[in-house]
């Protein structure tokens, strides 16, 4: 046999083994996060409803329309959802190399693995959760507009990437600095109030504004909202900027792991 052919071989035996690694890694967090029942399912489905439902029955009250179109709920559902995605994305890739330090042990299960495997289940169940969520918004009530969905589309691949680039980042330092965690934690905040999540980006000051403009998520709700508004043309919405912050933060992160996990993983 060639030296080519056992390259081949070898690369083989390493892919498949590393899909049997992720998958295994899916089932256990399927287990573990979400339990045995479809409870866990459920929560993850009402929880932001139920955000979205006070936040439509408050301002409804005071107010006798949204900033944008006609249907609260439409409005904060636009901010809320993606905000709760990045915030739950990035959370759980942040605490990957702690929930799965038991399996790292093994050889055949990499940092990479893992991380994979609590994208993949994680994405694939906040996405779901954001589509019953809006879906039954459109349901129930009458939005007269149409949707772009292509900026629907590039808002959520804004979100998951800053989502990952930050998680992965925060893994490492979580990981090295434990202290991290709360003091994230404590940055995270006010988040609700500082991404335009209440408000247009428009209607605040200009003084505070140039402040606000680089937190990325200004820019992914911005861009959310031009698509489910078509009448909304966010002028300081940047694609460029949130991806930048997505491909640093998750280069560094990845460069981190690779170099450092296993010596934090066996203090």
């Known amino acids: 046999m060639s030296s080519s052919q056992t390259a081949i071989l070898r690369e083989q035996r390493t892919s498949f083994a590393s899909f ?18 479809p409870g866990g399912y459920i929560w993850a489905v009402l929880e932001p409803a139920a955000g979205i439902a006070l936040l439509t029955l408050i301002f409804s009250i005071g107010f006798r329309s949204p900033p944008l179109g006609t249907v609260f709920a439409l409005f904060y559902a636009t901010g809320i959802l993606p905000l709760l995605m990045y915030m739950d994305l990035s959370a759980k890739l942040t605490q990957t190399m702690n929930f799965s330090r038991a399996l790292l042990a093994y050889p055949r299960v990499t940092f990479l693995d893992a991380l994979i495997a609590r994208l ?35 808002a959520y691949g804004m979100l998951i990437s800053i989502a990952i680039g930050v998680g992965t980042l925060n893994c490492f330092l979580t990981l090295s600095y434990p202290i991290w965690a709360t003091a994230w934690a404590i940055l995270n905040r006010p988040l609700f109030l500082i ?12 003084k505070y504004a140039k402040f606000l403009w680089y937190n990325p998520l200004v820019h992914i709700i911005g861009m959310m909202r031009d698509g489910y508004y078509p009448f909304y043309k966010p002028s300081y919405v940047s694609v460029a900027y949130p991806m930048l912050v997505s491909i640093i933060t998750l280069m560094t992160g990845l460069f981190l792991l690779r170099r450092y996990h296993r010596d934090m993983m066996d203090k």
């Open 195 to 206: 991404s335009g999540v209440f408000f247009l980006f428009e209607a605040i000051p200009e």
């Open 20 to 37: 049997r690694a992720i998958t295994a890694l899916i089932l256990r967090e399927i287990t573990t996060t979400y339990g045995r029942s």
């Open 120 to 154: 993949a289940l994680n994405l694939v169940t906040l996405l779901s959760v954001q589509c019953i969520v809006v879906g039954f918004i459109l349901l129930i009530s009458d939005v007269p507009t149409t949707f772009d969905y292509s900026k629907i589309a590039l």
